[in-house]
């Protein structure tokens, strides 16, 4: 697989993951409808609505998102989310060899609370993230609640 550790990819993977850059998502796609070369298809600060935007039903693509929730109102947390994303309309072959593509994206974007497998666009509802990552994260101090 090429591609997944080139310098737009990672200078995006980092831009994420500072507290002082406004970006919290990455899209990573292949840069043909054959082959396993990676390209950076998009980056935004808009959170997990805006990703969805950019999902392609006829890809499998790999994202990476910030998300930012409150435990209670002196705290916050951050924590990370790794996607991968196989469009209804994806080609049999594509699909097919996405688990184990996903496995070498996955390597590089390792810093994650989570995985999500979406192949719907509501896959990427916010709120059952949080609940996820909440889960995924030991303390929750909201007693279970989202």
Do not use: C
Not at 121 to 139: F, H, N, Q, S, T
């Amino acid at each position: 697989m090429s591609g997944v550790d080139a310098p737009e990819i990672l200078a995006a993977y980092e831009a994420v993951r500072s507290d002082k850059e406004p970006v919290n998502w990455l899209l990573i796609s292949y840069a043909a409808p054959t082959g396993a070369a990676l390209t950076l298809s998009a980056t935004g600060s808009g959170g997990l609505s805006e990703l969805a935007e950019h999902l392609d039903d006829t890809q499998v693509q790999y994202a990476y998102a910030r998300v930012e929730y409150a435990n209670d109102a002196e705290s916050k947390r951050i924590k990370f989310a790794f996607v991968v994303w196989i469009g209804s309309n994806t080609k049999v072959m594509r699909k097919a060899r996405a688990g184990i593509e996903s496995g070498a994206v996955k390597k590089v974007l390792s810093h994650h609370s989570i995985q999500v497998d979406a192949g719907e666009k509501r896959d990427l509802d916010e709120g059952e993230i949080v609940k996820r990552l909440r889960k995924a994260g030991g303390a929750d101090y909201n007693g279970g609640r989202g």
